[in-house]
């Protein structure tokens, strides 16, 4: 595969395997409390860990190292960020109190929506027949956590004035693209640019943005236009 494809495999492992630590800090919130919202929250862990293990197998392929010896090397070196990523996120439920549970199912059917086009995109710029079928297989599961993430944040949105005002604050200026929180800004950059840059990416962003207006007073965000241009305008600098 193409030395470019190989490397949004990384990051894609990377934060696949992460979502056990997002899962953490999310136990710590109001969501731990809802059982629909946990029963989902164990199968999404449990499938993402294994769309990990699976590209790392793709990557070991290539003489690259993965699983548990690159997460382990990985996790030693985001310890301090993940302490205060986890007070961040206690910090947050405690203001939004049950809005919380709104604002993460918001967050995750954008961030599964963002997963699933990512996993598509690449399909289509690597080319390669087997890939496509590992991602064709991985792109399923996720339509599955989308389904429940989009529903539920459609859903907790309409029912609450709050909830909306308080997501769409945290979206404006927190939301940023998927493993931007763990991963360093140039391999985010680079994920941005080979995912989404040109007219085939940015129609994808458009899509996705047009699905973000759909929910309950979440109209007219732009966040993956925003995200997408971001880095473009610094490359452009530059």
């Known amino acids: 595969m193409p030395p470019e494809a190989l490397r949004t495999l990384r990051y894609m492992h990377d934060v696949e395997h992460h979502t056990i630590c997002y899962l953490r800090d999310l136990l710590l919130t109001p969501a731990h409390q809802d059982p629909e919202v946990t029963s989902f929250l164990s199968c999404w862990a449990f499938e993402e860990m294994w769309h990990g293990e699976a590209i790392g197998q793709v990557l070991e392929a290539h003489g690259e190292t993965a699983g548990a010896p690159r997460i382990a090397a990985l996790r030693r070196g985001r310890r301090r960020k993940e302490v205060v990523s986890a007070f961040s996120t206690i910090g947050s439920a405690a203001f939004a109190g049950k809005a919380f549970i709104a604002l ?33 297989r991985i792109m399923k599961q996720e339509g599955g956590h989308i389904d429940f993430y989009a529903s539920e944040a459609t859903r907790r949105l ?32 680079f994920l941005v640019k080979y995912l989404f840059n040109g007219p085939a990416g940015s129609d994808v962003a458009a899509r996705i943005d047009r699905r973000v207006d759909r929910l309950p007073g979440q109209g007219q965000l732009h966040l993956l236009e925003s995200a997408v241009s971001s880095p473009l305008r610094r490359q452009s600098a530059a």
Not at 107 to 113: D, L, S, T, Y
Not at 128 to 135: A, D, F, G, I
């Open 104 to 136: 993460h199912m918001t967050w995750g059917a954008i961030n599964e929506w963002t997963t699933q086009a990512g996993y598509a995109r690449l399909t289509e710029r690597a080319n390669h027949s087997t890939l496509r079928e590992l991602l064709k």
């Open 158 to 189: 309409g029912d609450s004035p709050r909830a909306q005002k308080l997501t769409r604050f945290a979206l404006k200026h927190l939301w940023r693209p998927v493993g931007s929180g763990v991963m360093p800004k140039e391999e985010v950059g």
